[in-house]
C-alpha cells in the first residue's frame, strides 16, 4: 500500500528494541493506529520532538495488508501541547 500523509494526534510511545519506538497515534480517516518508528530514539532520528504525547502532528506512514502494525516514515511537528502536559491535573484527565 503506498505512503499515506495524515494529520493525527500522538496518544502514547512505547520503547521497543534498541532505538525504535512504537507510536499509538490516532488519526481522522484511519481512526486509532498503532506504528514502529524505526531508529526514533536516535539523537539525529528525523522524527526530532513530533513523537511526544499530546502532540498534533503530520505523520507519513504506510501499512500492508496483513500487518497489525504500520510503518512510520516522518513526522512533522504542527502544534505542541507541552504547557497541557507539564499540568498535573490536566494530564490525569486526558489520560
Not at 44 to 73: D, I
Request: glycine fraction near 6%; hydrophobic fraction near 35%; include cysteine.
Amino acid at each position: 500500500m503506498p505512503a499515506r500523509l495524515s494529520e493525527s494526534f500522538i496518544l502514547h510511545t512505547y520503547p521497543f528494541r534498541e532505538s525504535d519506538l512504537i507510536v499509538s497515534f490516532f488519526t481522522r480517516d484511519q481512526g486509532k493506529l498503532r506504528g514502529v518508528a524505526r531508529r526514533a530514539r536516535r539523537p539525529k532520528s528525523n522524527f526530532g520532538s513530533g513523537l511526544e504525547r499530546l502532540s498534533h502532528a503530520t505523520m507519513s506512514y504506510y501499512q500492508k495488508e496483513n500487518r497489525e502494525l504500520v510503518s512510520l516514515n516522518s513526522c512533522g511537528l504542527v502544534h505542541s501541547q507541552f504547557a497541557l502536559a507539564s499540568n498535573y491535573e490536566s494530564s490525569v484527565a486526558l489520560d
